[in-house]
C-alpha cells in the first residue's frame, strides 16, 4: 500500500491513451518531448478561436481595420500577429442583415488555423460537408441558426488556396464595450457562420 499521488488516474480513457502513446514514443527517441510542448504550447496558446475573435472584435471597433480586412484580410490579420500555415491566402466574408456567409470545405478540411486553431470533428463530416453547400438553412437551424426567409446565405467553400472568416454581425448593446470584451462574445462557430455571437445580456 502506498498513498502518493497518482495524476495520470485522473485523466479521462483518451487522455490517458494519449499519455501512454506519447511516453512510449519519447522511450523510444522517436519525438521530442521539448517540440511536443511547444507544439501543444501552439495551439492552446497562439493559434485558435481567441485570435479569430481579436480579429472580429478589432474589426467591430474600428472601421478602418473593417475596410482593410475587406480589401485584404490576409494582410489586417497578419497585423495583429496572426500569421502561418494554413492562413496565407485569408479572405473575410461580412454578415449583414440581408446577407449570412456560411464556411465549408467540400473536399477535404481546410480551415484557418492561425485565427481558428484545429477544426472540430464536425466541420470535417461528410454530412456537413456535403449539407452546407445543398440545404445551408436546414444546416444552420440544426445550429440553433434561424435565419429570416428573405436572408440570403452565401456558401463558401474553402481551399488550399483560400481560407475564409466570417465577421459576424455586431450584437446589439455592445457600444460601450471595448476590444477585449468585444472578442469575448465571439463564438468559434459564429465565424465559420454556423452560429451566432453572444449577446451581452446572455454573459
Not at 62 to 82: K, R, V, Y
Amino acid at each position: 500500500m502506498h498513498d502518493h499521488p497518482h495524476p495520470d488516474n485522473e485523466l479521462d480513457e483518451m487522455s490517458a491513451r494519449v499519455r501512454a502513446l506519447e511516453t512510449i514514443l519519447v522511450e523510444k527517441g522517436l519525438i521530442d518531448p521539448a517540440a511536443v510542448d511547444v507544439i501543444i504550447d501552439t495551439y492552446e496558446n497562439r493559434v485558435g478561436p481567441r485570435n479569430g475573435a481579436a480579429v472580429v472584435a478589432r474589426g467591430w471597433s474600428d472601421p478602418c481595420f473593417a475596410t482593410w480586412l475587406a480589401e485584404d484580410a490576409s494582410a489586417a490579420i497578419a497585423s495583429m500577429g496572426f500569421e502561418g500555415r494554413q492562413g496565407e491566402h485569408m479572405v473575410a466574408v461580412f454578415n449583414t442583415p440581408e446577407t449570412h456567409n456560411l464556411v465549408v470545405c467540400t473536399l477535404c478540411s481546410c480551415y484557418p488555423w492561425p485565427v481558428l486553431g484545429l477544426p472540430p470533428a464536425w466541420y470535417k463530416a461528410p454530412a456537413y460537408r456535403s449539407r452546407a453547400v445543398r440545404e445551408p438553412r436546414a444546416v444552420l437551424s440544426e445550429f440553433g441558426v434561424t435565419l429570416p426567409e428573405d436572408t440570403r446565405i452565401d456558401v463558401w467553400d474553402s481551399t488550399a488556396e483560400i481560407r475564409y472568416l466570417v465577421i459576424p454581425e455586431r450584437p446589439p448593446g455592445t457600444g460601450g464595450l471595448d476590444e477585449e470584451a468585444l472578442a469575448a462574445l465571439v463564438t468559434r462557430d459564429s465565424m465559420i457562420g454556423c452560429g451566432q455571437p453572444h449577446r451581452p445580456d446572455a454573459e
